[in-house]
């Protein structure tokens, strides 16, 4: 194998790297924003692991605080929902929050996948509401 082949070979190997880094960097590219409500107060940080998740308030099984609104976006054609909920749970528990309440996904249309996709060269936004709760331990 000649050197100009090697060298070919190796620069072919790096800009596939690139990609690979780039793509992976892109799928946890999710922004979630908090605006904190009230005066509650500070409390410490949660492992995001360990903040519920509840479809509505009716679920929450006890007397709670609301923390904080939760604002989250991402490029539909990088994220799940799943990396939604994930990056507002992480955002909750840096609050103190040990739960959150979606409120809603959107999802953006097909037409605008594809328009963003090959007349931009952008993705969609997908995004998602919560609200940041605290629930307070169940009095014995």
């Not at 082949?5 to 960097?25: D, Y």
């Not at 609104?69 to 929050?97: H, I």
Request: proline fraction near 2%.
């Amino acid at each position: 194998m000649t050197k100009h082949l090697k060298e070919r070979r190796l620069s072919i190997c790096k800009a596939f790297a690139a990609v690979l880094l780039i793509s992976f960097t892109l799928t946890a590219c999710v922004t979630t924003r908090a605006v904190k409500l009230g005066t509650s107060i500070s409390r410490p940080s949660v492992y995001w692991k360990d903040v519920l998740v509840y479809r509505s308030a009716d679920q929450v099984s006890g007397k709670y605080e609301e923390i904080a609104l939760l604002s989250a976006t991402g490029d539909s054609s990088w994220t799940s929902e799943e990396t939604m909920w994930n990056s507002m749970r992480k955002k909750a528990g840096e609050l103190g929050a040990n739960a959150i309440i979606l409120d809603a996904m959107s999802e953006p249309s097909a037409g605008a996948k594809v328009a963003a996709a090959f007349l931009l060269g952008a993705g969609a936004e997908r995004k998602g509401k919560a609200v940041a709760i605290y629930v307070f331990p169940k009095e014995e």
